[in-house]
């Protein structure tokens, strides 16, 4: 029989397969002699055990179509990035850092801004006119009220997709909202800190319908950009595409005279704060190769 890894927990795999039915598994001696590293989101082959018990064997994977590095998943077909509007207030560094993760990985983005109703119309139009032309699909929220979650749930339709975002933004409850099968521990805002309490310890693939699969993960405050050399950077700001007649080349967009993207930002046709944000992420890689 043939499933999709949906949780692995202390060496053991719970496989979701065609009959609806999730198989608690362990995999053949095979994979570590090979040192072959099973993922959430493989495609596997099992043998049954114990179809009472629902236990099984891991024989094989199917080779993958994606992976990502992370979270570490196999065969994601897009992220969903998850921020709220207020409490907690969106870090856009944050935001456009995760853009950058999924965008250097080759991964459609989903973005979607929640809460929405603790922000007036002024703020939505604000964060929307900041992500306009990023290159994602955007979408406003409020889980609390289920607004949004129809359109929402059409985006992820016959997709496997991975939820990223920090931790209190409500990702989890968007999960919950988009099914029914399993409800997902939500938590509270730390008020000491100003951020949500980690309610999701591991990742976990859940099945929304057929051939729609949401994968939930950790959230989480700061990482690295995945980015080795600051000179990619500009290639994922899809703001910058259309302004390519820099007087140097290869120009940096950041202080070089005679630069189009700046001209662009200057005229209002590249929105200011992304191209702050990106200037500060240049900056960063730049430093962070020095050493």
Do not use: W
């Not at 992220?79 to 207020?86: G, K, W």
């Not at 496997?160 to 409800?183: E, F, T, Y």
């Not at 950077?233 to 007649?245: D, Q, R």
């Amino acid at each position: 029989m043939q499933g999709r890894i949906i949780k692995g927990i202390a060496g053991f795999y719970y496989v979701y397969c065609d009959d609806g039915r999730t198989y608690e598994c362990r995999a053949r001696g095979i994979f570590r002699k090979d040192g072959r590293k099973i993922l959430v989101g493989d495609i596997v082959d099992i043998g049954i055990l114990d179809d009472k018990e629902m236990t099984g064997s891991i024989s094989s994977l199917v080779p993958r179509t994606s992976e990502l590095i992370r979270p570490e998943a196999a065969n994601v077909d897009q992220a969903l990035i998850v921020f709220s509007l207020a409490d907690p207030r969106p870090d856009l560094i944050l935001l456009d850092k995760l853009l950058l993760q999924f965008f250097a990985q080759d991964l459609p983005v989903v973005l979607c801004f929640n809460k929405d109703d603790l922000v007036t119309d002024d703020d939505v139009n604000r964060v929307l006119s900041i992500y306009k032309d990023c290159g994602c699909r955007t979408f406003i929220t409020c889980a609390s009220q289920g607004k949004g979650i129809d359109e929402l749930k059409e985006a992820l339709k016959g997709r496997l997709s991975c939820v990223a975002g920090p931790s209190g933004v409500g990702k989890s409850s968007l999960v919950n909202c988009l099914q029914d099968s399993v409800k997902v521990q939500t938590g509270a805002i730390s008020k000491k800190i100003a951020r949500g309490k980690h309610t999701t310890r591991h990742s976990e693939i859940i099945p929304i319908s057929s051939g729609t699969f949401i994968m939930d993960t950790p959230g989480f405050y700061s990482f690295d950009v995945l980015l080795k050399d600051e000179g990619e950077l500009a290639s994922y700001y899809n703001e910058f595409t259309p302004y390519e007649g820099c007087k140097f080349k290869p120009c940096s967009h950041t202080h070089e005279p005679g630069c189009a993207v700046k001209q662009a930002v200057e005229e209002g046709l590249i929105n200011n704060e992304r191209y702050e944000n990106y200037v500060q992420i240049y900056n960063e890689i730049k430093s962070s190769r020095r050493y």
